[in-house]
């Protein structure tokens, strides 16, 4: 199949108008060699999407409805603040009339952080982490499905050797989950693994209209479940500040670096150095709070990191 027909395929079966085709490259979606800086620029996505775990510890006074309702007001503020700024229109507007592929960013990038919430508040952290972490398998299956990007042995054994470190490290507590919380833990990797694939269909076209897009929707759920909670939605200020920020800071940045990262970086493999954030997050816990991880969680974190840094060097290479 050509280049030509496969782009066409490719909208065929992702969305059926076709408002971004201007602007796709047919040769990225079957890359399986990608630049260092855009491997860089994913694993840093994670290693900045790992600070929000201190955002959230120290807001101590809010629970997790409340913190995403004003962590989703921090994106949708300086998100439209930058569109302001550079003359263009509002964002929230183009997540939702730019075709039914931004439409599924949105929902996709909605479903992970809500779900994953939800598995932490359902089931004990260890299974919420490693039943997520199942999104390179999800992506394997969507971007075959979707995109039809081939996959390489590098690929194939970072993706192994990633699941076999995140098993070594709640092998341990696998057993005390809630089967309702598993099976949402499930579901936030398959929503990131969507919005991946999602954003990886056309590599450049501007997706930062899908963090105003899924920010609207958080604060619309997360606002109506405090209010039904009989619970106000103004905690405490210092509260406030630590979720705005996390929105506004670690979730902006980390985003944009992901989607820029994309447009190089096979569906896949950016899945795969996603994966960073939960390495990191036990790091940044104890160095903030004195929190000593595990010789199960140090093993583990050891084998992901292998993983990731050297799929980036092989596929540079």
């Not at 059926?16 to 979606?29: D, F, G, K, L, V």
């Not at 929902?107 to 598995?119: E, H, P, W």
């Not at 970086?265 to 709070?289: D, L």
């Given at each position: ?46 290693l900045c999407w790992s600070l ?240 000593i991880p595990t010789t ?22």
């Amino acid at each position: 199949m050509d280049g030509a027909r496969r782009t066409r395929c490719i909208y065929k079966r992702l969305d059926a108008r076709p408002p971004m085709t201007e602007t796709i490259s047919p040769r990225s979606t079957s890359s399986t060699r990608v630049p260092l800086g855009a491997s860089l620029m994913a694993l840093g996505a994670g290693l900045c999407w790992s600070l929000g775990a201190l955002f959230a510890r120290l807001a101590e006074s809010t629970d997790a409805w409340q913190y995403l309702f004003w962590r989703s007001i921090g994106v949708l503020v300086v998100m439209e603040t930058m569109a302001i700024v550079r003359h263009q229109p509002l964002m929230l507007m183009r997540a939702y009339t730019s075709g039914m592929v931004m439409i599924g960013g949105c929902v996709g990038l909605f479903v992970a952080s809500l779900a994953f919430v939800y598995a932490l508040k359902n089931t004990g952290a260890a299974n919420a982490a490693f039943l997520a972490s199942l999104t390179p398998l999800v992506a394997v299956v969507l971007s075959r499905i979707f995109l039809g990007e081939r996959l390489n042995v590098v690929t194939v054994a970072a993706i192994a050797l990633a699941l076999v470190g995140l098993l070594v490290m709640v092998t341990a507590e696998l057993g005390a989950g809630n089967m309702v919380g598993n099976v949402s833990a499930m579901l936030s990797s398959v929503g990131f693994a969507a919005y991946t694939v999602c954003i990886r269909s056309a590599p450049n076209v501007d997706w930062s209209p899908v963090l105003p897009g899924y920010a609207f929707m958080m604060m619309v759920i997360c606002g109506a479940v405090t209010v039904s909670n009989s619970n106000t939605l103004l905690p405490p200020p210092s509260d406030i500040g630590w979720a705005f920020a996390h929105g506004a800071l670690v979730i902006v940045i980390g985003t944009l670096l992901y989607n820029v990262a994309s447009r190089t970086v096979p569906a896949v493999a950016m899945t795969v150095f996603a994966q960073t954030e939960t390495v990191f997050i036990p790091i940044w816990v104890f160095v903030w709070f004195s929190e000593i991880p595990t010789t199960t969680t140090l093993i583990g974190g050891a084998l992901i990191l292998t993983a990731v840094v050297g799929k980036a060097i092989l596929d540079a290479r």
